[in-house]
């Protein structure tokens, strides 16, 4: 879910790094390929990756409106959960903002002594760090109604879920942390894309299944 203020700056961060890959673009001869430097030397990689930043950016805009309109109450509830995923928004926010900043100033030949390797590590390990946080919180949560029947729960079903949930974004988290520290460069996106595909499918099984189970509550 997504507040007022959170929103605003992640609009501001996504209309930013919009600009500045249409910046970057104009500024080349061959609007397919951005120039690079890499470790090995100088490359191309092609232009649509400035424009990766922005676009998860708008994802996280997008699933925190839908957050907003699938949670129908009480009110006290939804903003103690707003209040409490600012963290990750805004952190994750931030990241592809310097993520965009980093891609841009390497293809301008600055910032040549920041090793690509290091900072794709550095990013992966604040995400995970960011989500074994927010896993923390995620028991905690109140429970909230929602506008689609199907996917309320009553309370005993809510508190079983969310403990689940904390449990499983604190191992993401945790994955995600000794990818950054052990995997290969090439193996962490893959793996880190598997471990939110594992994530996802296992919360939606558990939540089948709760749906199924009987309630000790009358």
């Excluded at 209040?83 to 841009?104: C, D, E, K, N, T």
């Excluded at 109140?142 to 996917?151: D, Y």
């Excluded at 988290?173 to 000794?178: C, D, K, Q, S």
Aim: hydrophobic share 55%.
């Amino acid at each position: 879910m997504i507040d007022r203020k959170a929103l605003g700056i992640l609009i501001l961060f996504c209309l930013a790094t919009t600009a500045a890959a249409i910046w970057r673009l104009s500024l080349l001869a061959d609007w397919t390929q951005l120039p690079i430097v890499t470790p090995s030397g100088p490359g191309t990689r092609n232009s649509l990756v400035l424009f990766v930043p922005p676009l998860s950016l708008l994802f996280m805009i997008a699933i925190g409106l839908v957050m907003n309109w699938l949670f129908s109450g009480p009110d006290e509830a939804i903003q103690a959960r707003q209040r409490r995923s600012r963290l990750l928004l805004l952190g994750s926010g931030v990241m592809a903002a310097l993520a965009q900043a980093f891609v841009i100033s390497r293809s301008l030949h600055h910032g040549l002594w920041l090793n690509p390797e290091t900072v794709a590590r550095a990013v992966v390990g604040v995400g995970g760090i960011l989500t074994m946080i927010y896993g923390n919180v995620v028991p905690k949560l109140p429970t909230v109604s929602k506008r689609i029947a199907a996917l309320n729960l009553d309370p005993w079903q809510s508190a079983r879920s969310r403990r689940l949930a904390g449990w499983m974004t604190v191992g993401l988290g945790l994955a995600m942390i000794n990818a950054a520290v052990l995997l290969p460069l090439r193996a962490m996106a893959p793996t880190t894309l598997a471990l939110c595909a594992v994530y996802y499918g296992t919360f939606i099984w558990h939540f089948a299944r709760l749906k199924r189970e009987p309630s000790p509550l009358p």
